[in-house]
Structure formats: C-alpha cells, structure tokens
C-alpha cells in the first residue's frame, strides 16, 4: 500500500516535471520578428513588396510631387504644431511676406508674420529650419530615385523618373540658393548652400562646406540639361508631374537669374508651347484654384483627401483665400497688396480688382474714413445665415481692411467652402511670357519684347494696354511691375526683388506699424541663416561662414 | 474528510519517520485577542509532517523532541516554537507582517535579508489620497522617487522618475507590475482603493530580473488579497468637492488700469517714430494715434471699447490716466459691452466628487478570497469634464490539492473620462490658456443693449467669441474663441473597457521545489468620440465635426517558474529561481471623421454627413526572457544575492536583439553578531551592497512621447498624391541599435532603533547609462536630421534618506513622523566624440561634465536709457576668443550662456500623524529644493504691448515697467513695437523651490464598546482634503509640472476637500 503510494506520488512528481517543462517548451517560441502595420512600413517590407508589386516604385516617384504638399513636416522637430508647416505654399508666403507686395496683420494669428518682420532669419529660428528641411527632405527623394534607377538605363519610363528626378531636385536648389544667398550676378563666388547628391555620403554630408553659388547652378544646369533629354517623348498622365516643358520651365527661370537672356527665351519659349494664358473672363472671379486651367504648366493637384485638406487650416486657401468657409484668412490675418502698387495698376486692367478697393465716406464723428470695400470679382450680394442672423460678404468673411486679395478662388469657386482642396501653381504660362519679354529685351531684342508684352496684357489683362517703355531697362522694369502684379502671391516677389537688385519700400503705405520700413537694395536681413542644426552637425559649416546676423530693421 | 486525509497523511509520514524520540504535543493556537484561530498549519521543521487546528484551535501531533514547529496561518506572520508538550501558540497580524515580507520581482522577500533597494508604500497611505491613479498620490511619499504631475484632468496619470533621469532618447519611465505581470495599461483603470501595496524597486539587486525593461526603476502594484477567516465586509463612502488647486499669476484685474497700461504701449510706439511725411511724432500726436488705435486691432489696440466716454472726448487722457468722466460699460446700440470675470466664471465654481467602495474578503484553509467593487465619480474643476469609474475585482485563490495551488485575479474597469479638448499649448481652444491671460476688458457674453445676456432661439447663451459673430468688435487676444461656449457645447470622452486577468497556478514538485505558471493578460478597449459643436465656434461655419476612435490595446504575458528553498542545518538557507517570460503587446488605432451634422448633440460618423476621414494602423511589440536568481543565507545574519537575465525585444535588429543582465548583492545583519548583541537600543541594523546591470529598449521617436517599436529599420509612409500612392522616407533607422545599458551600484544601512523611535535606511547609489539611446543630430541637408545611435553615458548619483519615528506611542496615543529626501546629481559623462563634448539643442545644451538639465539661454542686462531691454554679449579679440562682456538691445546678436544644472539637488517629503482616542490626524508634505525654472508663464504676462501680444493679460509686475518717471528698474518700458522686452533670458530663470502641502486627514473612530452593541466590526468618519496648498517663488508657478519650465498652460492641479464614513461589517 505504502509502496503503491510512493510509487503514485513519483509518477505525480514526474507528470508535474513533464507538465512544467512543456510550459517552457512551449513558451519558448516567441515571435519577436514583428513588423508595423499600417502606420509606418519598414525597409524589409518595402523589398518584400517590391518583389509581389514592382509597379509601386512609381509610389516613390510620386513622392517627389506629395513632398511639395505635406504638412507637419517640423511638428517632432519643434515640439508643436506649427501651422506654416504645409509644404511648398507655405515657403512661397514666407517669401512674400519677406518682401513689399504682400502684407498681412502683425497679429499672433499671422503664421507668418516673424518672416514679415525679419525675426525669422536667425539659425535657431523655425522659420529657417522649415524652409531647409522642406528642401532637402525634398532632394532626398529625388536623391533615392538617382541612386536606384541607373543613369545608363534604355527603359523609357525608367528614363522618365530619372528625369523627374532630376528637374526636381534642380527645382529645390534653384529656391534654395535663393533663400541663402543673393542673386547669381555679381555673387557667383559667394557662399550658398551645400550641395548633396545621389552619390554624397553620410560622412561626406557631415563635413560637406557652402558650395558656391556658381557650383549651385551649374548643378542645377546639368540636371535641367539631363532632365531635358531624358523627359523627351514622356508624356506625362496628370499635370502635377513634371515633363520636359517644365523643365524647360525651370532652366527659363535659372537662366534668367544667369542673365543667359538669349537661352532664358527659348527654354520660355519651350516651356509654353500648348498653353494659354487665362482669360480676362477667367480671371475676373477669384480664381488660381484649379490645375486644369490652360494656363498652368505645372501644379500640385491636391485632392480632396490630401493631408493639408483634411488638416483643415494648414494648406495655402486657409491663409490667403479671402472667401473660404475654414481659415485664417482674412478675419484674423489678411493677405493685402502694397497700397503703392495697386495704386500704379490701371483701371481697365481686370487685375485691380484682384484687390478690395476701399469706399470713402463719413464715419459717426462726421470725420473722413473707409466705409465699405468694394471689387467688382465678387458677388456682394451673398449672404449666409447663422445663428439666425444674416451676413453679408464683408461681415462673413471679416474682411478688415481695404487692398484686401481675392485674387484666389475658394474651392469649386464655392464661397464659404470649408474645404481647402485648392490646387496650387507651380508654373504658369504668363511667368513664360513675362520671362520671355524681359529676357528679349534685356538680350537686345527690347521691341519684339515690348511686342510680346503688350500682346499678353492687351488679351489677357487690360485692353487699353500701351507698354510705355522700349529701352531693355525700362521694359525689364515694366515685366517687372507686371510680374508682381500678375504673379502676386505665388512666391516670386522677394526672389525678383533680389535679382533686379531693387530696394524694398514698406514705408508710407498700408504695413503695419514698427516694419513700414525701407531696405536698401540687398540689405543683408534678407538672408535666412543656415539652420543651427546644419551648423551643429556639419563640421564644414560654422558661425563664421553662416549667414551674418542682422539686427532687425526698425521704424 | 480532509481532516481524515491529513490525519492519515500525518500518520503515513510518521510511520516514514526517521528514528527519532518523539514528543506527543498538543497545542493551542490563538490570536493577539485570544481568539484561537482554526484551520492553521503546524508543521514540524524540516519534514512535511505537520497538522492543522480544529474549531477550538487546538492541534495534536508527535513530533521530535528539541525540534521546531512552524505554525502559520494567512494573515498572520508565521512563528516558530520549540516543541513541548502543550505550548499555547499566539499569531501576530499582518500589519506587523508588512514590515517583515514584502512583495519583490517575482516573489516576495523577507525585508531583513533582502540585498536591494525598495520602499514599500502601503494601503492605508493610498487610500488616503483622493487620487483615481495610484501614481498622483506617491509624491513625497518614497525617497528616490520623483513625481511630476503635468495635468491636473482627473484620470490622467504623473510622470515618475526613479533615482534621476538617465535616458536622452529613451523612455524614463519605470516600470509597472501589477500582480506580478508587466503591465502597459492605463494606471486609472486600477481602483487604488484595491490596492494593498505598492513597492518601489530603486536598485540593481531589486530589479534586474526585469532585464531589458529595469532601468529606470520599477514600480510593482500589488492588489489585496483575503486574509482573514471570518468575512469581512468593508464600506468606505467619500463625498466632497474640487477646486481649482492653484490660482492664477497675480494677475491685473482692473480693466481701466489694464487700458492704461495699452495706451502707454501704442503712445511709446508712436511717440519718436517719424510718420509718412517724414516728421517725427510728438507727444500730441501719438496721444491722438494711441486713443484711435486703443478700441481697434492694428498697431496693439485691444479691439474692444468698453468704456462710454462723453462725445468728443478721449478715453485716456494726456496724463495717461482713464478719462474720469469714463463709465464702464459701452453700448453701439445694438450691444452692450461689459468685462466679465472669465476666471471666476469658469473656475470659481464646486464640482462634486463621489467616492463608493465596497468589498468583501475572506477565506478558509483552502480559498482565499477579496472582492470589491468601486464607484468614482469625480467632476473635475470645469463644467463637462471629469472621471467617472466603477471598477470590479475578484482576487482568489485555491489549494486544490495539496500539491497544486490554483490563483486568480480578475478586474474589469469602466470608466468614462470627459475633458476639455485642448488642455495646453497657446491654443484658443484651452480654456486654462484663455482664461488666465485674457485682458480684464472682455466680455465673455454677448449682451442686448439693454446690458441683459443673449440667449438664442434655441435657449443657449450666447457667448463672445471676439470675431464679431457676436458683438460688433473683434478681440486682440484669442478671437474665435470662446472656452465657456466649447465646455458648454463640445464634448471630449473616452470611455474604455479595461480587463485585467491575472492566472496562475503552483505546483509542488518536491520538497522545497515549486512550479509557478503565471498568465498575464490586460486589454483595453478605449472609444473616443469628439464633438465640435454645430452652433457656435471655428467648427460651426462646417457644421460641426464628430471624430470617432477605437484604441485597443492588449499585453499578453507568460511566466513559468521553478522555486527551490532549502534549509540546512537550520542555518544555511538557499533560494533559487529559474525562469522565463514571454510578452506581447499590441496597439490598434482606428479614428474616423466627419463634417456637418444632422442631429447636434449626437456624436456617431453616421449622423454627419461630408469630408469623412479614416485610418488605422497596428503596431507589435513583443520580448522574451530567461532569468535566474539564487540566494543564499547564513544564520539570518550573512546573505548574498545574484540574479541574472537574458533578455530579446522586438525593437531591435535579430543580430542584436538579446542581452545580458544581472546583479550581485549582499547584505550582512549585524544585530545578529553576538557584539551586537549587547547595544540593546539598536534593534536591527543591516548593511547592504549591490551592483547590476539593466536594460532598457524603449526608443521613442523624435517628439519624445511616441514609442518607436521598429528604430532598426528605415520607416516609410505611404499617402495619398492625386488618387495614386506617393511614399516617402519618414524615419532614418539604424540596424546597430541595440540596448541602453545602466550599471547601478547601492550601498547603505537599513536601521531601527530603540524600539521603532527612529527606524529607516540611508542609502548611496549611482546609476551609470552607457550606450544611451540616443537621436544623434546629422546635418538636415542630408535629408533626414538624426539618426538613432547607442552613444554616450549619463550618471546619476545620489543619497537617499529615509526616517521614520514613533515619537510616542502608549495603547492610546501614537504619533509618528517620517521624513525622506533624496540628495540627486545628474551628469553627463560622454556624449558622441563627433559633437566634441558639446551638444546645443534649442535652449539646451548637453555639455559632458555637467547636467542633462542645462539651459542654453541669454542673460539679461536690465534696460538702457531708453528702458529698451538689454542682453549680454560676449566681446572677442581678433582671434575670436573672448575677451569681455557688453550689452546690446539686439537680442540675436546677444551671446547664449549655460545655466548650469536646474535639476533640484534635493527632494523628498515629510508628514505625521496622530492617533489618540479614536482620533486620527495625519498630515503630509512633498518639497524640493535646489533647482531652477523658467517660468515661461511670467515671461507671457510680461510683454511690452505688442501687436501680436495686445488683450493679453499682465502680471502686477509691469506697474514697474521702465517710464521716464520711473527709470530704476530692470523691466523694459511699454512698446506696442518693440520686439525683445520679454523674450527668452535668465531674468525668467525662478527657483523651483515649492512645499506642497499635499493631504491632511482627520478621523475619528467609535470606540469598540459603542460598536458592538450593533452589528457593525468598526466605524470610522473621517474629512481629508489634498493638495491643500503649494508654496513656490512665486504665486501661481507650479513647479511640480515640469524641470524646466513653467509653461504649458495646463488643466491645474484640483484641490479637494471630501468628508467620508468608512464601515467594517
């Protein structure tokens, strides 16, 4: 009996070491080779699904066209949501706000008025480290493109993403060697910014110096070059890419900065074959919200369900449209033209009334002032009703003060749509023109210049149109002042502000108190300073050989 | 039956019994009262022969003469006699029990020999906390133990720290461990009331066992358990009220001073400056310019008139002073306006806060038994927001057989959090912001011109949002916005089911060897919905938005354990563990929108109609583990300890994935050596050493918040780009990352001394961090702007110190107080040798010698002639090296210098209490000395009147302001245009000294004789209030939010006073 027992209890003993070493049998296969779903994928997904899914390669080629439309870019970086942080736009406002066309509210809710006032210009600043992030974030993905895809290769629409690739990474050095440095003319050997390719290193970016502003562009020259001949025959599905007249578009523009007046004309030239300018009667509504207009070469052609839409206020519309349901804009921070230059427009041109026009009249204490704005592009007599109370345009909208822009359409042209979905210029045919009129002028063709020009404005803008000047200079100067009007808003003043080498003059019109100020021509608070963290990280790069600081301008 | 069984087993063992005389016993055993106590084990030592008591608490049994009974019994602490004849047994309680065994990693420990570093911080100190997370109530409480509580929304949870901060890129974070399972849930789900202890391990030899997730100190949650035979039936009900905790900055309140002081700002800005002809402004004009410009938005007016002024004549005159024909109250026919109290509105109000717990707990022989159930109701401070929770627990366990033991815990939360959406940052939409540093000149309804409130046809108030949707004026300062509206209207809840299920069972193997197998399971399912209301507010031109979440997290882990204790010669005693643990977690996230609703006040996606949004994603973590810890003790008088674990996580690259950990540890009892003996006023002192190395995976990404499971790895996204996929690199990853390695070393004394008068531990440690993880700065041109590296090490040191003293204690008056404070320096030790010792990161800076907590800021120089601000900058010779200091007002040109350390030096708490004839008064405090702070907030109210700045509040410090009556001082003068006044410098550098007062609590409990005439076990009435009161540098500062700044703009810490009724059946 006691011997049965015994022998019970060891066979318990044993079952329970059996039972104990299967738990940890079984425990010891734990799967730790787990892998993200949905949020993020890594890099042995992506070679996992290039295998099943070689055509998603064409998912990063499109990248180089969403990385011009992202938002919360800096958001880590900074600690918070910065609502400037929606991509190429955004770069093109702090552009204009830097330089005298475009004003705004020196308020907190003007995303953008540290760049109106200069403070942004610092290393540390966010400001700049946007603008620097924005860029080369940008190249990178044109940088991958060139490293995968073989610069030998016969494929066609291999050679096509080379192509883009290239044009676009020429597009980003193109803005930021203008963002860093003056002008090319008389500045070739000054510092710019470090250049980095498809073949640069870890190590090499890590002690990689200014390049100069001649080595910029040269690299921006061979890219367009390139670009040009491998883009030939392709023919792009949508608008938002770009295709060999774009990049004509962009060697035009580098050209011009080159003062290659003869080469800037004909890339024009190139670029515009096919489009239209709009027509007085497209412009005469708030308009420049819709990539299918015959006038636009190149956009972003953003959709409904792109980030910076369902953001609701970080996208482009939110702070310069004058008539969307869902911003800033213009309640809190209006987007206004220097008074002077809308002033200079004529009356028959259908452009003034890209701009509010202010009604005078008597105010309670009898004294002179501003009673209504008025523009014949909107429809004054639309009203909404909220909270059982009607509104009218002005009271809805909260238009504040006059010279106000409605030079951009909401979106669908619907007033008051809450949904920013507004599709964004890049490159438009009138930008061609104008270059083509300056560059023929300016390359000793000043009459068939001031002939181009003057048959643009008399169509398209205002039919009373005479150019009053024919030497090259003054006809520059026209293009000039038709570019600031015409292009207002679209990121181009500062840069040409810079390469006509032009003073700027805020004082004695509609910008705020403390910076209605005058610069002299390149006053040295129009650079941005290299990021603190480039300085930091890059051994090449320190505070002697950044940007000098400057002390803010004042009254 | 069973007592057949045992009797039989009792005699089979004997008839194996060794030759031995044996002494036939019959015993007795009772508790402290004499009550004799059935069911309990007696066992002679040493064999498994052994007994347990009947009814009457009797026992009998032979066994060997001079040897040793062991009797035990749960609830109580186990004794040893000698055998005799007939010895009478009496079991001490529990509550002394506390103090002998204590919960540690994967076990428990007898605290005399335990080699480690560990506070225990028991029910009663927690219960009296009116906190629903365990977390708010351990500041001052530990020493070593820091606790930032960042907000003040009930439910959410304070950030800890353990012996310093060691990571740079990693999580600091300890450790939670509930019922012995990793826990990575939401710490409100568990009812503190449920809780029976909470342990703090601090050292290497306490938790090194917990490898690759030990680092930064682990925090093990131990929920009740039955303890005593008969049922006992507890009720505890709590009722009070919450106020806002802390006021706001001392403010200005009047609104004609604050229209004073923005007038003086738009004047200075005019007065000088040369106009568009050229002419340099009077006094005249800029008097003129500045009361035109006062009512409206551009060049720092407020945008609002308040003020009803005869025709003709200025709001503020010449003197600068309001008119004094002025009257308050200002109508344009339509409407009137008039300030409002905003602060007192939304905050000078009670909110209710209900506590219900109920439970039951007991037990036999075999089963173990606590149950409760709780409901927290607690409002919060503002209208619509607050906590509410009912939570259940069932914890038991079961001898099953003798050799098999079957263990359970099951809790399931409900709770229902509501709170203002935005509860930081500068936001419109956060109330706290808004609140305390709107201008005392707005109105916060909108008024008929009559003066009476607007109400709208759907009954609602009508509220000023400052954006002339209301009102014909625009407000300066935040339009748009309108908190007491959005707290009215908008909703923002979370409500989640939270399981926990905590299953085990052990088995005995042999003699002295044990089989534990532990499941762990913990699921949290959260639903969120957010309403942006259709009526009023930014959303209302869309509509209104509804967002809609589902947040499911789940953690799965096992343990399996073998337990060897033997016992020889009665002196040597061995402890072994073997083990291994797996751990798998999961995070699934789905959140959906949509615009414009058809039914206002329901919050589905189904009720809104355009722009829906969707997403989700899935992340995977998972770690395994082998561990072992033996230890040995000699005569209860020399212990060594070691442990060891080899340790994988998923976070990292197969080729590195695992990693070794472990300690050693020591300990030596000297009140066990016979030259001890003699000092019969020192009645234990124990010496202690240990070292170890820990682990710790948690990379987070860039924004320091979010977890980063996959940093080995590049990490893309894919999005959307005109209905076609665009990817693009989003994370530069590192296949070589691997472990951050800490190496801890402990040493000091636990002591107690005559008789409990002074008892408690001194102790040292450091705690080296060597390959931290750590985001290693590239140039940005390349792309990407970091790229995460094991680089570098942090040191921290320190001393801790912890006493405790029953001054005085006779059978009806005890009074004890404790004191505890941590002595903590923080280094760092190397950084990259790319980054040449030095590491500028925003207003940091990372220097190797000195504190991880270092600011990199500009120093202030007071104000010129002109009562412009002044910095300092650093003047050099040719070569660049510096050769002096200037001033300059060019703020960007001024020169950034090191702070040096903020950390506080030294931290801690200190508190008594008082028993005395059924009264019971206990007071506690939480303080830290030594560090410093920007106080961002005072730098916010103290701006120059600038555009953007305008109807933003002042602090009473600018009546100080620079003017050219009054030119001694060092704050700048009014500008509407200046730019630097208030910007970023030392001069906003405040001590962040603080005591908190942080609970008192008074009870009375009704004498036993009163008692038990009723049915009831005890009664007990009781009024606590927490965080009754905060001393800092300054009023309204909160230093116990953060180490480096005061900022945030944050729900505020809730002050409440409840009164309570506890009942025992």
Same mark, same amino acid.
């Given at each position: ?555 | ?382 209208? =619509?927001? &607050?906590?509410?929770?009912?939570? /259940? *627990?069932?914890?038991?366990? %079961?001898? #099953? ?5 079957? @263990? ?109 197998? =532990?499941? &762990?399971?913990?699921?949290?399912? /959260? *639903?969120?919905?957010?309403? %942006?209301? #259709? ?5 209302? @031109? ?524």
């Amino acid at each position: 009996m006691n011997l049965i027992r015994i022998i019970m209890r060891k066979i318990n003993q044993f079952y329970n070491i059996l039972l104990a070493a299967s738990f940890i049998l079984l425990a010891g296969c734990a799967d730790l080779d787990l892998e993200p779903e949905g949020s993020v994928f890594t890099e042995k997904q992506k070679e996992e699904l290039t295998k099943i899914a070689p055509e998603r390669l064409q998912a990063e080629v499109n990248g180089l066209y969403s990385g011009l439309i992202k938002c919360e870019s800096i958001t880590d970086w900074f600690g918070e949501e910065r609502h400037y942080d929606f991509g190429f736009a955004a770069a093109g406002i702090m552009f204009d706000a830097s330089g005298q066309d475009m004003l705004s509210e020196n308020s907190g809710y003007n995303w953008f008025r540290n760049s109106m006032r200069y403070t942004d210009r610092t290393a540390p600043s966010d400001i700049t480290y946007f603008l620097w992030n924005l860029f080369y974030s940008h190249l990178k993905t044109a940088n991958n493109i060139l490293f995968t895809v073989p610069a030998d290769t016969s494929d066609p629409l291999l050679k096509a993403y080379r192509g883009q690739a290239l044009a676009s990474r020429a597009f980003d050095y193109l803005h930021l060697v203008q963002i860093y440095q003056f002008t090319y003319k008389g500045h070739e050997s000054a510092p710019a910014v470090t250049i980095v390719t498809e073949e640069t290193t870890p190590e090499q970016a890590a002690n990689n110096p200014r390049a100069t502003v001649q080595q910029v562009y040269d690299l921006i020259i061979k890219d367009l070059d390139e670009a040009i001949s491998l883009l030939d025959g392709f023919a792009r599905p949508g608008k938002e890419m770009i295709d060999q007249q774009v990049a004509y578009g962009l060697r035009a523009r580098a050209n011009l900065n080159m003062e290659k007046w003869a080469d800037a004309a004909s890339d024009a030239e190139k670029a515009m074959e096919g489009f239209t300018p709009y027509t007085i009667e497209d412009v005469s509504k708030p308009s420049f919200n819709d990539i299918n207009a015959s006038s636009w070469i190149w956009g972003s052609d953003v959709s409904e369900n792109n980030d910076i839409v369902l953001s609701g206020i970080l996208n482009f519309p939110a702070m310069v449209c004058s008539l969307t349901g869902n911003g800033y804009s213009p309640a809190y921070a209006g987007r206004y033209i220097n008074k002077k230059l809308w002033e200079d427009i004529q009356v028959s041109d259908v452009r003034k009334g890209w701009w509010t026009e202010p009604v005078w009249g008597k105010d309670k204490d009898g004294k002179d002032s501003i009673v209504n704005y008025k523009t014949p592009l909107v429809d004054m007599t639309w009203t909404t009703t909220y909270n059982n109370e009607e509104y009218g345009v002005i009271d809805w909208f909260g238009w504040n003060a006059p010279y106000l822009n409605v030079k951009f359409g909401p979106y669908k042209n619907e007033y008051n749509n809450p949904t920013n979905a507004c599709d964004l210029p890049l490159m438009r045919v009138e930008e061609m023109i104008l270059i083509r009129a300056e560059a023929l002028a300016m390359g000793g063709n000043p009459a068939q210049a001031k002939q181009v020009l003057e048959n643009f404005v008399k169509t398209y803008r205002n039919p009373t149109y005479v150019c009053a000047a024919s030497d090259a200079k003054g006809i520059q100067d026209e293009v000039w002042f038709q570019r600031r009007i015409e292009l207002w808003g679209e990121g181009f003043s500062l840069f040409d502000v810079k390469r006509l080498k032009k003073p700027i003059l805020r004082s004695g019109i509609n910008f705020p108190e403390g910076i209605s100020y005058n610069l002299p021509a390149e006053a040295p608070i129009l650079l941005w300073l290299i990021p603190e963290d480039e300085v930091n990280a890059n051994e090449a790069i320190d505070e002697s050989t950044n940007n000098p600081v400057i002390a803010v301008p004042s009254v | 039956m069973k007592r057949k069984l045992v009797m039989f087993l009792s005699l089979f063992l004997i008839g194996m019994g060794i030759a031995m005389a044996q002494t036939q016993v019959r015993g007795t055993v009772v508790d402290e009262d004499g009550e004799s106590i059935i069911g309990a084990t007696v066992q002679v030592k040493g064999t498994t022969q052994g007994t347990v008591t009947d009814l009457d608490g009797n026992f009998a049994l032979s066994a060997p003469a001079g040897g040793t009974l062991v009797i035990s019994y749960v609830g109580y602490a186990t004794q040893e006699v000698a055998v005799s004849a007939n010895p009478k047994v009496i079991l001490i309680t529990d509550s002394e029990l506390l103090e002998e065994v204590m919960v540690v990693a994967y076990g428990t420990a007898k605290r005399s020999s335990f080699t480690g570093s560990a506070a225990v911080i028991d029910s009663e100190k927690i219960s009296k906390r009116q906190v629903a997370n365990v977390t708010n109530a351990l500041s001052g409480q530990v020493a070593g133990v820091q606790v930032t509580r960042t907000n003040g929304q009930p439910g959410t949870t304070s950030t800890i720290r353990i012996r310093g901060i060691g990571s740079m890129a990693a999580g600091n974070s300890p450790l939670f461990v509930v019922d012995g399972v990793p826990f990575d849930g939401d710490i409100s789900s568990i009812n503190t009331a449920d809780i029976e202890s909470t342990t703090v391990l601090k050292d290497a030899a306490s938790n090194a066992l917990y490898g690759a997730r030990g680092a930064n100190g682990v925090i093990l949650i131990t929920t009740k358990s039955g303890k005593s035979r008969e049922p006992k039936i507890t009720v505890d009900v709590k009722w009070g009220s919450n106020r806002r905790g802390l006021s706001n900055y001392d403010v200005i309140t009047d609104p004609a001073l604050y229209l004073e002081k923005a007038y003086q700002a738009i004047y200075n800005g005019f007065l000088g400056t040369k106009d568009d002809n050229d002419v340099v402004r009077g006094p005249e004009e800029s008097y003129q310019l500045a009361n035109r410009y006062l009512p409206t938005n551009e060049n720092g007016g407020v945008g609002y008139q308040i003020y009803t002024v005869p025709q003709g004549q200025s709001m503020i005159g010449m003197d600068g002073k309001l008119n004094p024909k002025a009257t308050l109250g200002y109508s344009d026919g339509k409407f009137y306006y008039r300030p409002d109290n905003w602060y007192d509105e939304l905050f000078k109000k009670d909110n209710l806060r209900q506590e219900y717990n109920v439970s039951v707990s007991g037990g036999s022989d075999k089963i173990n038994y606590f149950a409760s159930g709780g409901y927290l109701d607690d409002a919060g401070i503002v209208a =619509n927001s &607050g906590f509410k929770r009912y939570s /259940t *627990r069932l914890n038991a366990d %079961y001898q #099953a057989k003798e050799w098999l033991k079957l @263990r359970a815990n099951v809790s399931y939360t409900n709770y229902d959090m509501a709170s203002p959406a935005t509860q930081e940052g500068t936001s419109s939409a956060n109330l706290f912001y808004v609140a305390d540093y709107l201008a005392p000149i707005y109105p916060m309804y909108v008024r008929n011109a009559d003066g009476t409130i607007k109400i709208d046809s759907r009954g609602y108030t009508v509220y000023d949002f400052g954006d002339r949707t209301g009102g014909n004026f625009n407000r300066t300062f935040m339009s748009g916005s309108n908190p007491a509206s959005m707290i009215e209207l908008d909703k923002r809840q979370y409500l989640a089911d939270v399981f926990g299920g905590r299953w085990g069972l052990d088995i005995d193997l042999m003699e002295g060897l044990k089989f534990t197998y =532990n499941l &762990g399971t913990d699921f949290d399912n /959260t *639903r969120y919905s957010r309403l %942006y209301n #259709a009526f009023y507010g930014q959303y209302s @031109r869309v509509g209104g938005i509804v967002y809609k979440g589902a947040y499911r997290t789940s953690s799965i882990n096992h343990q399996q354990l073998l337990n060897y204790h033997k016992i020889l010669n009665d002196v040597h005693s061995l402890d072994i563990l073997l083990g291994h643990e797996s751990y798998d977690y999961q995070y699934q996230y789905l959140m959906g929108s949509k615009e414009k609703l058809f039914n206002p006040e329901i919050v589905e996606l189904d009720n809104a109609i355009l722009n829906p949004t969707a997403e989700s994603y899935t992340d995977n973590y998972a770690t395994e583990g082998w561990l072992g810890r033996a230890q040995y003790e000699y005569d209860q008088k020399y212990i060594v300890s070691g442990s060891f674990r080899r340790d994988a996580s998923s976070r990292f690259h197969p080729d590195n994935r695992w990693g070794n950990f472990g300690s050693v540890g020591a300990a030596w009892v000297m009140t066990q050596e016979d030259f001890m003996k003699d000092l019969d006023w020192v009645n234990f002192l124990k010496y202690k050493i240990s070292y170890g190395i820990q682990g710790n995976d948690a990379l987070l990404y860039n924004d320091g918040e979010t977890n980063n499971y996959y940093p080995y790895s590049d990490q893309f996204t894919v999005k959307e780009n005109n209905k076609d996929f665009a990817t693009t690199m989003t994370y530069k990853g590192n296949k070589d990352i691997t472990w951050e390695t800490s190496y801890s070393f402990n040493t000091g004394f636990d002591f107690n001394l005559w008789n409990n008068k002074l008892s408690g531990g001194i102790e040292y440690f450091s705690r080296k961090t060597t390959d931290m993880l750590y985001y290693m700065p590239v140039p940005p041109s390349n792309g990407y702007a970091t790229v995460p590296m094991n680089i570098g090490s942090v040191l921290n040191q320190g001393v801790e110190i912890d006493l405790r003293s029953d001054v005085f204690k006779t059978r009806d008056l005890v009074w004890n107080v404790f004191v505890n404070g941590t002595f903590l320096k923080n280094e760092i030790v190397e950084l990259a040798p790319e980054l040449n010792g030095e590491l500028v990161s925003g207003s940091r800076i990372y220097k190797e010698g000195k504190s991880m907590y270092n600011l990199y800021i500009r120093n202030y120089a007071g104000v010129d002639e002109n009562g412009v601000a002044l910095y300092y900058k650093d003047t050099t010779d040719a070569h660049g090296n510096v050769i002096g200091q200037e001033t300059t007002t060019e703020y960007n040109q001024a020169t950034k210098y090191a702070t040096g350390n903020i950390l506080p030096t030294l931290y801690g708490g200190f508190g008594s209490s008082l028993n005395a004839h059924g009264f019971d008064f206990s007071v506690s405090f939480a303080y830290q000395l030594g560090g410093r702070m920007l106080d961002s907030n005072y730098q916010s109210l103290m701006h120059s009147g600038t555009t953007n700045n305008a109807g933003t509040n002042w602090h009473k410090d600018i009546l100080n302001a620079w003017t050219a009556e009054q030119k001694d001082t060092k704050v700048p003068r009014l500008n509407a245009v200046d730019l630097y006044a208030n910007s970023t410098s030392d001069r906003f550098l405040k001590s962040s000294d603080y005591l908190d007062l942080t609970n008192i609590t008074l009870g009375y409990t009704l004498p036993g004789n009163l008692i038990q005439k009723t049915a009831l076990g005890s009664l007990r009435v009781y009024l606590t209030a927490d965080n009754v009161a905060l001393w800092s540098a300054r009023k309204g500062m909160d230093p116990r939010r953060s180490y480096t700044s005061s900022g945030g703009y944050r729900y505020s810490v809730i002050r409440t006073v409840s009164g309570g009724i506890s009942i025992q059946f």
